[in-house]
């Protein structure tokens, strides 16, 4: 339940970076101007798409796990969830006014490594 929560964090970032990086909602969420979202659009685009990818295999972990795969389950979840929780820790360590949002991106994946651990340790 953890992993998919944090896909689906995952999976809202994708939209913000890569469906509506220059609308006016999306600007206001990460401080940007007009001006600085039309510059940085394609970096966001690729970016988002990094997020996508690590929902998918945070989901498709999720999914295994459930169908009674619990080792491919495992492994998806902690490759997806533990990349999320790095990313976090990287933009929470390079811009410190970013803590709130490092916090946000990270939250849910650092409770289901912790709780994905925890299970195969049982």
Known sequence: ???????LVHVSIFV?????????RTRAVFGTTPEGAAATRELAYN???YNLFLAVVAAAGVVATATGAE???AALVLAGTGSMLAAALV????SRDKARAAVKQGAFPL?????????LLA
């Open 16 to 24: 913000l970076e890569s469906l509506t990086w220059t609308s006016d």
């Open 47 to 49: 970016q988002g798409f």
């Open 111 to 119: 409770l289901a490594v912790v709780a994905t651990v925890a299970g």
């Open 71 to 73: 080792a491919v389950g």
């Open 1 to 7: 339940m953890l992993a998919a929560l944090a896909a």
């Open 91 to 94: 933009l929470l360590l390079s």
